[in-house]
């Protein structure tokens, strides 16, 4: 039961051209999301985050949407870069969920973003 | 800051043997440990989580006798597979937080079982 869902496997952009990758859950008790960077070989590194209260966070050129009636929430990066080149996950929680569930993340499958120069 | 080191980020074992990993929040105190796992070209697969001073919570599907997770302090956890199997090699991975959703992952340990 895949909870967190990024149905693109690929994307491929042009350098200086805007990216945007996408995410669909289907647990409506989600209520924070966030968006890591992965290179291969190594741990990913958070980049953005956001709250269901709000449908817009921006971070330079990182812009997370978030659309709650649709389910769905989108990673803008404006411009790309060739050092964007990664696999992207989007993860979600519900933080209302105590117990042993406090933290916990669910992540999508990812989607491997190519900046070509 | 939020600096996660893993060790070691590759081991080599022989059918039947254990390994520990370590897992270290260098520069905060974690007071949630959590351990992935991830097949290629798949997500992450949230395996336990493990708050320092008590016992790891698993997720379904996981052996707890077979994946021994111990958080002794707020800055250590490790992850010992114990007689690890081909089966088991994958790319082991943690993460820390200091108690919000913002979790800081390792760099991931590739572990292979001959």
């Known amino acids: 039961d895949q909870q967190v869902k990024q149905n693109s496997p690929s994307l491929s952009v042009q350098e200086g051209r805007i990216s945007i990758l996408n995410c669909d859950y289907t647990?409506?008790?989600?209520?924070?999301f966030l968006w890591y960077k992965k290179y291969p070989a190594e741990g990913p590194t958070f980049l953005i985050s956001?709250?269901?209260?709000?449908d817009k966070n921006e971070d330079g050129r990182f812009t997370v949407f978030l659309n709650k009636s649709a389910k769905h929430l989108s990673l803008h990066i404006v411009p790309s870069q060739p050092g964007d080149s990664a696999v992207y996950f989007c993860?979600?929680?519900?933080?209302?969920?105590?117990?042993?569930?406090?933290?916990?993340?669910?992540f999508g499958q990812g989607t491997i973003l190519t900046v070509h120069p | 800051g939020a600096v996660v080191s893993q060790h070691p980020s590759r081991v080599i074992c022989k059918s039947g043997t254990s390994v520990k990993i370590e897992c270290r929040s260098l520069?905060?105190?974690?007071?949630?440990m959590f351990w992935y796992r991830q097949f290629p070209k798949q997500s992450l697969m949230l395996m336990a989580t493990?708050?320092?001073?008590?016992?790891?919570?698993?997720e379904q599907g996981v052996e707890k006798d077979k994946f021994l997770i111990n958080h002794a302090s707020l800055t250590l956890s490790t992850l010992t597979v114990t007689s690890a199997h081909p089966e088991d090699s994958s790319f082991y991975i943690c993460?820390?937080?200091?108690?919000?959703?913002?979790?800081?992952f390792g760099p991931g340990t590739r572990l292979t079982v001959t």
């Open positions: 993460s820390a937080s200091e108690g919000t959703y913002e979790q800081y």
């Open positions: 647990n409506s008790m989600f209520d924070y």
């Open positions: 956001i709250s269901s209260i709000k």
């Open positions: 993860a979600a929680a519900d933080t209302n969920a105590g117990g042993t569930s406090y933290g916990k993340l669910t």
């Open positions: 520069d905060f105190q974690a007071t949630t």
């Open positions: 493990s708050n320092e001073g008590s016992k790891a919570t698993y």
